[in-house]
């Protein structure tokens, strides 16, 4: 009997990630061009301080965010930027958004995670409803970090009463379940047709051991908690089969070690994203279903070609990907360097997930 061919290279066509935190100034130049290298776009997340929330502030963010790919010499790479949903938005922010091309909404209730002080204190009121109606009529996309106030391991759970009632209410309306973390939450997905997910690394690869198990280690502490390997391993097969109703979302979130020792939640995934989702669909014997994990289902969830020039773009002038089984290393930490007179002085060292280990495959 032949021997089954080895595969030695892989080619990706338009990766996206569905979910990243960029940040802003000396972080966001240390820490984009991880991303701009390996992805065709990412939709991008307004937690910062202050908040994204209006078109003007959209906007702005947007320029930096160019400005800073152009500078990195990354080509290719565009951000969607996402607004975040607080209390004082109104239906005309929202029509002004639409119709300048910015679709995309996020949903923090108010204290759930970094920089959710400005998110919403009742999902369902009068105020919420009636923008959820408007962003229903405006074809806009509500992308959710879904916990509740409860208890850790059971908060995406308790929050799932309020996607039911979101996904009833709004049928039109697409929600997007963000880095969905527990396997009570998977039927969800087969039980309303409005309801999706995206789903991070560290979801589908890491369980509470890893985070507690040995030593606590801060570099496994995102939120929302990854949890047990029965969570863990559910989630692997949505992402190994690249269930449709899923899609690649980092959720690859910097913070300087002196914040992770803190106690800051979120997890540094970006560098080496691709290389490491390879070697985990390799192992698995899943290669096939890759492409459709990090891009075609996005694709087709988010329907860009309905309503956004990109997906015409992205077609005629496709990013591909090269990967090839070559080892690489996952850098120990990355710095921030901030100007001090002449010299550029390190600000903040951000440390990535499984910093300094050794990959099977690397991005050329
Ligand atoms: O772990 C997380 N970090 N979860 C989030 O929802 C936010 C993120 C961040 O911004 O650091
Ligand atoms: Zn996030």
Not at 78 to 95: F, G, H, K, R, W
């Amino acid at each position: 009997m032949e021997e089954p061919k080895k595969i030695t290279s892989v080619v990706l066509k338009n990766p996206l990630d569905m979910h990243l935190h960029l940040r802003d100034g000396i972080t966001m130049r240390a820490v984009l061009p991880f991303s701009a290298r390996s992805f065709v776009g990412a939709l991008i997340m307004p937690n910062l301080i202050p908040p994204i929330d209006s078109l003007e502030s959209a906007r702005a963010y947007e320029e930096r965010i160019l400005a800073c790919v152009k500078q990195s010499a990354c080509e290719n790479f565009t951000p969607l930027c996402a607004l975040y949903m607080t209390d004082s938005l109104t239906t005309q922010m929202l029509e002004e958004c639409a119709k300048a091309g910015y679709k995309f909404l996020k949903l923090y209730p108010k204290g759930a995670t970094t920089n959710s002080q400005h998110g919403v204190s009742s999902v369902l009121d009068s105020h919420m409803c009636a923008l959820f109606e408007a962003a229903q009529a405006l074809e806009m996309i509500v992308c959710i970090h879904g916990e509740s106030g409860g208890f850790v391991l059971d908060r995406e759970h308790e929050f799932g009463s309020v996607l039911v009632e979101l996904a009833t209410k709004f049928p039109r309306l697409k929600f997007i379940i963000e880095h969905m973390s527990d396997h009570r939450t998977i039927p969800l997905l087969e039980n309303y047709e409005n309801l999706y997910a995206t789903l991070t690394l560290h979801h589908i690869t890491l369980d509470l051991d890893a985070l507690a198990g040995g030593a606590l280690c801060h570099h496994h502490f995102c939120k929302p908690v990854i949890k047990t390997p029965k969570d863990k391993e559910a989630l692997l097969d949505l992402a190994l089969n690249a269930h449709p109703k899923v899609s690649f979302g980092s959720d690859s979130a910097p913070h300087g070690l002196e914040s992770k020792r803190n106690g800051a939640a979120g997890i540094f995934s970006a560098p080496c994203l691709l290389p490491q989702l390879v070697e985990l669909f390799e192992h698995h014997e899943k290669l096939g279903n890759l492409q459709a994990f990090v891009s075609d289902n996005a694709m087709r969830i988010y329907d860009f070609a309905s309503w956004s020039p990109l997906a015409q773009e992205w077609e005629r002038n496709p990013k591909y990907v090269y990967l090839e089984k070559t080892p690489c290393e996952i850098p120990q930490g990355v710095g921030a360097y901030q100007a001090i007179g002449d010299e550029l002085q390190i600000s903040e060292e951000i440390i990535p997930l499984r910093a300094g280990e050794r990959l099977k495959w690397t991005q050329k």
